[in-house]
């Protein structure tokens, strides 16, 4: 029977002992001030224009017109020399100068010279993206036009102008890491009272075993929980999905105070707690980094348990995904939260033995 | 005769290969104070451990204030104080808040913090953090800690280990205040001078057996030579010891003969300590 008077006392004991380690109640208090200022200095939106300048000293008219559609900033320049000079200056990342006589080459049965200017920052795949655009441009300059018609369809929700910003991709990363400092700060507390003996005088104390798990428990959770919350309601972020983010985060504090609790029958001081719990972290935001970096998704991923919890996240935060969108991850959320947090315990109960 | 609140019946404890307490059998009376005296290793916390509830025996069993404590060890725990050897306190809480944290652990209504740091001698520090307390402090607020619930029973474990004389001495009051209260104590030490004088009864353990229990004066007696030591002067001018064994059937002959042939300077008797009994029958000494 678990004694809620004892539960009270342990939970303002634990509570008191967080915010008296000053790294710890920094890093709270800090960490929730520095996730909202990351999440408000980011772009609210993504500028997907691709810039290009252009030297073409013969351009029809038709050409210009053509190029000038939505997604592409064009920048007409006077000289080779101009537009190089452009392309150092960072006017636009990349330069194509196309010969004077290049519609004559065309007619003649020549192959004619582009010349294609880019910087050494330029990502590959964005030279890929303009390497095709130059081709696409030959092709309008020389008046042919591609063989092939395409359609597009849409599969999924259609983001065509409204894009995922991004500040909204990285609220995930955010809720991952908020959930495991606030954990580490309940492993630290964990251990130091281990390590201090002082659980071995409340363990002579009418208060069981049990009662110290469910004041952790709720400890752990709730710090996570609410802090997480916190940053969610802060940056408006709980305005889509609410219910859904609130059980997907829940569920993911529970998931990571077992993962605290596991860290806590390892560690020996709030040092080796931090060592193990970078350790744990990096593996825990491999998730969140797919949903920065869509490019990165592997089937792996799926092992990470905090997968789940991002997965969720991502998904109600930026499309507004509802139960039926996301039941399936709620669900191994939960049983892998279940399963951590028993599995914290009974490292836990035998480091206390 | 009291009634017996600690009963041990063949308590036995292994780590793995290595017995630690085999086979001890004893009983404590309400309001006694037993002195548990050994060497270091010798079994000393492992059995108050057992008799606590922290350990579970591996063999017999403990019983305290009428319970199986293996069984009921939270129904037993809610009637003692223990007091541990090593300091295990709230360090970043001042010493009023640990002491109100057990207090509100224990359920003690109208708990008077104040007063108990008095009693230890810690008024005035209450509001500090237990961090900037001297060894002393902390281990005067650790005994405090033990009283929170007025226990019946004390377990205290070498509570006055390596303090200065002003700390030892005030948790010896304390102890003597626990047993005009009606208390029971269960003291765990090495220091045989202290517990020569606290304890009712003491009880020797040595390498996980009891190989002593009974009153400091029943031990001396059954165990010490008292002796008499004189010094006399021998007609040349030198000093010289005699040495007198007292209780014995020739005792007054001898002393007369000291008194009528020799010039005695100084005289005074000595009786064996419990050190010495307690090398007497293990063969070696405390530590």
Same mark, same amino acid.
């Given at each position: 029977m678990i004694n809620g008077r004892l539960i009270r006392t342990l939970v303002v004991k634990d509570v008191t002992l967080i915010f008296k380690n000053r790294f710890?109640?920094?890093?709270?208090?800090?960490?929730?001030?520095?996730?909202?200022?990351?999440?408000?200095?980011l772009p609210r939106s993504l500028n997907d224009t691709l810039a290009l300048g252009l030297y073409a000293p013969a351009v029809p008219d038709v050409l210009r017109e053509r190029l000038s559609g939505d997604g592409l900033d064009l920048t007409l320049v006077d000289s080779d020399a101009a537009l190089q000079a452009g392309v150092l200056a960072g006017d636009y990342p990349v330069g194509i100068a196309l010969p004077a006589d290049m519609l004559a080459q065309v007619q003649a049965g020549a192959k004619p010279q582009a010349q294609l200017y880019l910087t050494a920052e330029l990502p590959p795949e964005l030279k890929e993206a303009y390497t095709v655009l130059l081709e696409e441009i030959a092709f309008l300059v020389s008046g042919q036009v591609l063989t092939i018609e395409a359609t597009e369809t849409i599969l999924g929700p259609d983001l065509a102008g409204r894009q995922i910003a991004p500040r909204d991709r990285m609220l995930p990363l955010l809720a991952v890491i908020v959930l495991l400092m606030e954990t580490l700060a309940l492993a630290s507390l964990i251990s130091s009272e281990i390590e201090g003996r002082t659980l071995q005088a409340l363990l002579v104390t009418p208060m069981r075993v049990q009662d110290l798990f469910v004041s952790k428990g709720l400890v752990g959770v709730g710090l996570a929980f609410g802090q997480a919350m916190l940053i969610l309601i802060i940056t408006g972020? +709980?305005?889509r999905a609410p219910v859904v983010l609130a059980a997907a985060l829940l569920l993911g504090a529970l998931l990571t105070t077992g993962i605290g609790f596991m860290l806590a029958s390892v560690a020996r001081d709030m040092m080796s707690v931090m060592a193990w719990g970078v350790v744990t972290l990096i593996v825990l935001i491999i998730p969140a980094l797919m949903v920065l970096l869509p490019g990165l998704a592997t089937t792996w991923i799926r092992l990470i348990p905090?997968?789940?919890?991002?997965d969720t996240v991502h998904r109600a935060l930026n499309f507004g995904a509802g139960w039926g969108a996301v039941?399936?991850? +709620?669900?191994?959320?939960l049983a892998t939260a279940v399963a951590f947090f028993w599995l914290g315990m009974a490292a836990l109960r035998r480091k206390f033995q | 005769m009291a009634q017996a609140v600690i009963i041990a019946e063949e308590l036995t404890y292994h780590y793995g290969d290595l017995t630690a307490v085999n086979q001890v059998s004893f009983s404590v009376a309400e309001g006694e104070i037993l002195g548990f005296l050994g060497p270091n290793g010798a079994g000393k916390s492992t059995t108050v451990k057992m008799l606590t509830g922290q350990l579970?025996?591996?063999g017999g069993r403990a019983i305290v204030l009428g319970q199986d404590v293996a069984r009921r060890a939270k129904r037993v725990q809610a009637e003692i104080g223990v007091c541990f050897e090593i300091t295990n306190l709230y360090e970043q809480m001042s010493g009023a808040d640990n002491l109100k944290l057990f207090a509100r652990l224990f359920g003690v209504r109208d708990f008077d913090v104040d007063a108990l740091l008095k009693r230890v001698g810690l008024d005035g520090r209450g509001q500090d953090r237990v961090e900037t307390y001297s060894k002393g402090m902390k281990q005067r607020l650790m005994v405090a800690r033990a009283l929170v619930n007025r226990p019946r029973i004390l377990f205290l474990d070498e509570p006055t280990e390596g303090l200065d004389p002003a700390s030892a001495q005030a948790i010896r009051s304390v102890i003597l205040e626990e047993r005009a209260r009606g208390a029971t104590v269960f003291l765990t030490t090495h220091d045989m001078v202290e517990a020569d004088k606290l304890s009712d009864r003491v009880a020797f353990i040595d390498r996980g057996e009891i190989v002593a229990l009974d009153t400091p004066r029943k031990l001396k007696q059954q165990y010490g030579k008292r002796l008499l030591h004189a010094e006399v002067e021998l007609p040349d001018g030198r000093l010289v010891l005699r040495q007198v064994v007292l209780d014995q059937v020739d005792t007054s002959q001898a002393m007369a003969r000291l008194f009528s042939e020799e010039r005695v300077i100084t005289i005074h008797s000595e009786e064996a300590t419990?050190?010495?009994?307690?090398?007497?029958i293990t063969g070696r000494g405390l530590t």
């Open positions: 710890f109640a920094f890093i709270t208090v800090f960490g929730l001030v520095a996730y909202v200022a990351i999440y408000f200095l972020g +709980l305005s905090s997968y789940y919890l991002v039941w399936q991850n +709620l669900l191994v959320l | 579970q025996p591996k419990l050190e010495d009994i307690f090398i007497q």
